[in-house]
Nanobody, 120 residues
Framework: QVQLVESGGGLVQPGGSLRLSCAAT????????MRWFRQAPGKQRDLVAA???????NYADSVKGRFTISGDNAKNTVYLHMNSLKPEDTAVYYC??????????????WGQGTQVTVSS
């Protein structure tokens, strides 16, 4: 079965940096794209950044210029480098992968989430 394992969350001061990682494991035939979402208490889950297998990227306006998404196809891993963090970035960050497993059709998978807290 497929699992998305996230790491890198924690507590940082405003202006600080964190790097989140998400590794997809299992009988994976093809990963079409991977995304990072975040959800703050009482709010909807919103897209933060996305990357395709070919390396094309997309960002929410609120994080452009501060966050960078990258991937390692050989390791089935995606990263989110977060710089100049603000209190508004505080949320649970979720990794999502759009992929196909061996012998099955394309579908989405979700990680369990990792907490990012930006506070003085």
């Amino acid at each position: 079965q497929v699992q998305l394992v996230e790491s890198g969350g924690g507590l940082v001061q405003p202006g600080g940096s964190l790097r989140l990682s998400c590794a997809a494991t299992g009988s994976i035939a093809n990963i079409y794209n991977m995304r990072w979402f975040r959800q703050a208490p009482g709010k909807q889950r919103d897209l933060v950044a996305a990357i395709t297998q070919g390396g094309a990227t997309n960002y929410a306006d609120s994080v452009k210029g501060r966050f960078t998404i990258s991937g390692d196809n050989a390791k089935n891993t995606v990263y989110l480098h977060m710089n100049s963090l603000k209190p508004e970035d505080t949320a649970v960050y979720y990794c999502q992968a759009d992929l196909r497993t061996i012998g099955a059709s394309r579908r989405g998978y979700w990680g369990q989430g990792t907490q990012v807290t930006v506070s003085s």
